[in-house]
C-alpha cells in the first residue's frame, strides 16, 4: 500500500512565501515523476509544477520564476516553495506520484489529499 501525505499551507500575505512538501509512504520501492497541481474555486485542476525522476523540471508559466520544485528521493519526498505569492495562487494544492512502484503493486498514479493555500491581498 502506498498513499501521499502533503504539509505546509496556509494564510500568507501576497508578496509572502510558503513551502509545501509531500511525502510518499508505504513501502515504495520507486517512483518516477512527482508534481504539484491547485485547483482553486470553481476551476480545474491544474498543473503547477512537475519533477521527473531525473530531475527534469516543468511549471506551469504563471509560476515560472516565483515557485521552484525539488525532490529528495531517498526520502520520497517532493517539495514547492512558493515565493512572491498572489492572491491568484490561492487554492487547493495536490500533490502526485506517478510510476510508483510498491511491494504489491504498481501504481499508474497517486493523489494526495491537498493542503489548503489562501494568499491574502
Known amino acids: 500500500q502506498a498513499w501521499l501525505v502533503e504539509s505546509g499551507g496556509g494564510l500568507v500575505q501576497a508578496g509572502g512565501s510558503l513551502r509545501l512538501s509531500c511525502k510518499a509512504s508505504?513501502?515504495?520501492?520507486?517512483?518516477?515523476?512527482m508534481g504539484w497541481y491547485r485547483q482553486a474555486p470553481g476551476k480545474q485542476r491544474e498543473l503547477v509544477a512537475d519533477i521527473t525522476s531525473g530531475g527534469t523540471t516543468k511549471y506551469a508559466d504563471s509560476v515560472i520564476g516565483r515557485f521552484t520544485i525539488s525532490r529528495d528521493s531517498a526520502e520520497k519526498t517532493v517539495y514547492l516553495q512558493m515565493n512572491s505569492l498572489k492572491p491568484e495562487d490561492t487554492a487547493v494544492y495536490y500533490c502526485n506520484a506517478r510510476e510508483v512502484t510498491a511491494v504489491m503493486r504498481t501504481y499508474p498514479e497517486l493523489w494526495g489529499r491537498g493542503t489548503l493555500v489562501t494568499v491574502s491581498s
Open positions: 508505504g513501502s515504495i520501492f520507486s517512483i518516477n515523476g
